[in-house]
């Protein structure tokens, strides 16, 4: 039984994911060989607030199946804002298409639009939560480019306390064998407990440096993030870290020759401009790889689902989500909805804890 | 001979309307079957103020067709924005296109777009004055759901006073025998004394209640429209009333079983979302019914017409239109032109009397 | 060899120029035979700057050859605006797709665009430098209305002093034999004497005149401008002047039968109303040859290059730009990088002179 949607990547076996990765393998050697996989099905991008890369990323995607798009990217403007909730639009929108795509602000929202959507759902980012797409570019990256997913050094550099994209990316790999992780931070942004304590529970070693040099020669895989200025209450402080999670050529030097240096993008300046042209920079064909992922998930879930009704999880009348960001506070008319996990009930929709 | 424009709905002759919403149907039952219906031709959506719902259903509809979309939503952003007129615009994009869809904030800004288009046009609102493909929305969903356009006893509920949609639905269900109406409302909302006297005029039956109670269990069609807040100078009268006419599940079991509940959409919270499971409530299938009506209108108005140019209605120099909000006030360059009704003359771009 | 971007005109030699719009007039002609060129093929438009009406026709050009388009047009509103630099847009742009058209309100952006985009780029319009596709617009114009672009008298009508466009025109149409240009401007709005030295160069002859009457008799083009109220410092000269540039019906009288009026649009008021129904008025058939001559060039950017990368101009690390407008001031990475001119060393970006 496949995935109807994708919410969250964990939600997928190992063997789905390894599907759609060699999918997208197999796109990016024949692209042409797709460029009909989607034809006559239209995709709606519900972009409730604007992210034009990964929109782009989407669209490109399905034009490429020769599919169609519609869609919004700045509902502010737009009568979607005069007071229509995510329900109505949802079931509207997925009665004109085939496919939908959102992007929200608020934690939780691509699984509500999938309570209410007749067709399947994508995850394009849902506030601070999940961001399972990208997640997943990560991975056919390192599938083409590593050439595995397993016994990988990976080093993650950077904001690694608010990054929802490396926190994802850890829990992803841990599911591989033989990873082991590298976090390189300041204190102030090092990696959370909790994702350490996910690793540890995996059975996945990780160690943590203060600097880019001393973990070089030891990685598979550095993934560089941004560390952006508002995270730091201390001006002085946020000056006098910030070279040092700067990649450079000269830290490029201590590098293995196959290293394989990866970025989420947009860069602003934590990787100088002088390391895109070593060939062991691969954030640029990274979003390539990223449309190869996407369009391998289109056609996956568009290709064995007609439009059915998706099956409600049960109801839980006395569950009232903690989480003040959480869907479930701005549209009220929400089914309460939980889930049990080994440790206690968490919302249905945003995975916070009670 | 077909219609060239649709400006308004009752310019249709009633059999051209019944060939549309047949079409309609049909679309309805085999979609895939118009795949290539449109194949290599190209509509631009002009809309001069946006409404992302009724702009997604056009495109949607288009592309459900096999064609192609250009246009615009937010001019105010854009050089469409920079001075250029009505008529220099529509000129350049009918030179573009196949046939052009226009959305615009002032009266009779449709008619003014097809005098200087080399192709049809659309209505797709023209401020407070026509809205015809909501009318053709309504109808094809009654031509499906309620499986006939005529005999059918329609409440219509809410803002009757400001309405545009209800106007034309009264005026268009007027041209089928049989029908008659069910006015709800509040007195300072009442369905305006000009429809009444065009009902009374071709022999329709109307009555006028103060609650939906009183008229649920007569009606074949509850037809339910938001109630604005602005509408009221004193918020107690709003707050005393709105209650009134939100449509629940308690209101609902007075209804036939057979009943269907239409909303133009969006709605706000004068229907519960309780209902939404009612097998009764058709508001968001009429969405559906709005995109197969509008395919069935595209496939007409690009079927059987090349690029020609249209007939101009003849010149009435001496004629200035009287109302304010009419497109000849912002456009002056455009022809003064009139109509003679059994009322007497009215502009002929707006329909105001002089 | 091909030209494999269009950044400036004057880098296509004559014989592409004229292939290219031969190509357009044959497509004038059966635009049908056409409607496949560009299958599976897609575009982005990077609009940095909205420019409605070049980005729908671009897109149009697109569409009508069977192709796909993405793009955006308001980056201010779109994370493109969260600091990415061009060079990293463009890399990841040029992944997606098969050809890139990009406009931007800075001088040599587009030249920037082309080091670093792996698909053929297409200048927009780069802020008051260059527009190429617009003067490719008047030459296919010419070509299919005239029947010629050689032996014309052109006059060129309102402010020749800041118009992008009229110099663009004069340099080009300077490259084909017997052509004579007449500027009808006030003193103020003159054409610069740098390209009446350059028409002098070329061999061209041009006079000077005041008055659209004293010239009207003898032209074979007219092609009439803005005049921006905001040039004119003195607000009783702009009253003064601006009814003497205005054209109407009487100025007309005084013109050949087969004199050809073009116009870049958008107009304001520089050409009356009433002029629009003379069969002498070309403005609007412009813009369908403008849209012809895009999809020849689309076609041929698209039809012989693959995935390469461009090669880069010679660097000259000593050369910075003394133009305070230049794409090297905001984009700092860009290689400094100059050419050698009959008239000293120019910027290889923005032409500047140093």
């Known amino acids: 039984m496949l995935a109807r949607n994708l919410i969250d990547l964990n939600q997928l076996s190992l063997e789905e994911l390894d599907d759609i990765t060699d999918m997208a393998c197999r796109i990016s050697r024949h692209p042409s060989h797709y460029s009909s996989a989607c034809r006559d099905k239209l995709m709606a991008t519900l972009f409730y607030e604007p992210s034009t890369r990964t929109q782009m990323s989407f669209q490109s995607a ?38 939908l795509t959102i992007r929200h602000p608020v934690e939780g929202a691509a699984m509500a639009a999938s309570l209410y959507s007749g067709v399947p759902v994508i995850n394009a980012g849902d506030g601070g939560h999940l961001h399972p797409t990208q997640t997943l570019t990560d991975v056919v990256t390192l599938r083409n480019v590593a050439g595995r997913t397993d016994r990988l050094v990976i080093g993650m550099c950077g904001d690694l306390a608010n ?78 870290q910030k070279g ?49 992922g996407r369009m391998a998930l289109i056609i996956r879930l568009t290709s064995e689902h007609g439009h059915c009704v998706p099956e409600k999880p049960a109801a839980d009348p006395d569950f009232i989500c903690a989480n003040p960001k959480c869907i479930t506070k701005v549209e009220p008319y929400l089914p309460r909805l939980s889930l049990e996990t080994p440790k206690g009930k968490v919302c249905a929709y945003c995975e916070h804890h009670s």
Do not use: W
Request: hydrophobic fraction near 35%; charge should be negative.
């Open 62 to 99: 399905m034009l490429r199946l020769g599919g169609k798009i519609i869609g919004f990217d700045n509902p502010g403007a737009t009568s979607v804002a005069k007071g229509e909730s995510l329900k109505d639009t949802v079931i509207v929108l997925s009665g004109y298409t085939d496919i």
């Open 163 to 240: 990054g929802r994209t490396v926190h994802s990316l850890c829990k992803c790999m841990a599911r591989y064998g033989g990873n082991s992780f590298v976090f390189i931070s300041s204190e102030t942004l090092a990696m959370p407990a909790y994702i350490k304590e996910y690793l540890t529970g995996c059975g996945c070693q990780y160690s943590e440096v203060r600097t880019i040099e001393e973990a070089m020669p030891y990685l598979d895989v550095l993934y560089m993030t941004r560390i952006q200025r508002e995270r730091f209450t201390d001006p002085d402080e946020y000056e006098a």
């Open 244 to 292: 040092v999670y700067v990649l450079d050529s000269k830290k490029m030097r201590l590098g293995k020759p196959d290293l394989c240096v990866l970025h989420p993008l947009p860069r602003v300046d934590e990787i100088a401009y002088e390391v895109d042209d070593d060939p062991r920079a691969y954030y640029f064909r990274q979003t390539l790889y990223g449309m190869y």
